[in-house]
């Protein structure tokens, strides 16, 4: 097996593992509603742990043996293969927009897998790899700071969302490099990109978590699964030298899937938790009119890269941070 292969292989088991870890934590939310605690005594919050465990593992390694350009995209089919496995698990149906979201999604992805010249296994020095760390939080900090002065808060929330997304996919491109470094074994000093993942990943959780305060989840989780792989690919392709196959008019191409896909998950994103909150607004009422909760049908979509949000709405859909 090549090693493009390998790593698209460990790609997708990891995101059915972030998908399978997502159902089961909702499942979790559901059960204990009372504590915010009580979730650490259910057996299933462990096991949700254990696959999100597996399936961060899998994407690192993947990371080491494929391009940035196409294992950090390929991370989104977490919410892809979330849906079927919703269906089949907890018998929660989605909406048609929902699965016209999956499959744009799925073509996309699959034409950039069908463009992807080969494995890269390069790495980046120590001086390029300071450069980049300085440049890309500063880059957060000036979006934050643009952030706070924003007076609508949708448009504050997209803003921080989008820096959210930016050091999440910074903490995927250190990943990379410290990856590559130990599978080829080179004497480097990996505890300063060790720092900079933990402080990028860090960042990124508290970015996301602000960034849905007052203005839902919706128009923030598309934005973070979104910007997330595309600064990882561009970082790949202008400083780790991948390449698409058939020179500029595959680039092009590549560029187009990528679009198809982007448009598949925000729409894939978007739909889902508008049918939530729809639901959960019929089921109030229902309640204020003397009806049972019981006599509303479930909604047909629920909402997971593990972004803190709000639960349950956001089970499904939020994991994909990764």
Known sequence: MSALALSVLLSLVSAVAYAAGAIVQERVAVATPG???????HGGWWVAMALNGVGAGLHVVALAYG???LVQPLGALTIVFALPMAAVFVRRRAGAAAWRGAIMATVGLAGLLALTGGADSATLPGGERT???????????????????????????IVLATAAGVAFGAASVFTKTVAVDLTAHASTTEWLSLLAIAGFAGTGVLLSQASYRGA???????????????LAAAIGITLFGEQFRYGVAGTVLALGCGIVAAGGLILLTTERLSATRQGSGSTRGSQSQGRPPGAVPPPSGASPRLVAAPAPARSDDDTVRR
């Open 216 to 230: 839902g989840l919706a128009a923030p989780l598309a934005t973070v699964t979104v910007v997330n792989p595309v």
């Open 131 to 157: 450069v980049l760390a300085l440049a890309t939080f500063g880059g957060i900090a000036v979006l934050f700071l643009v952030a706070l002065r924003m007076h609508k808060p949708v448009v504050r929330s």
């Open 67 to 69: 391009p940035l350009s």
């Open 35 to 41: 504590s915010p605690y009580a979730p650490l005594r």
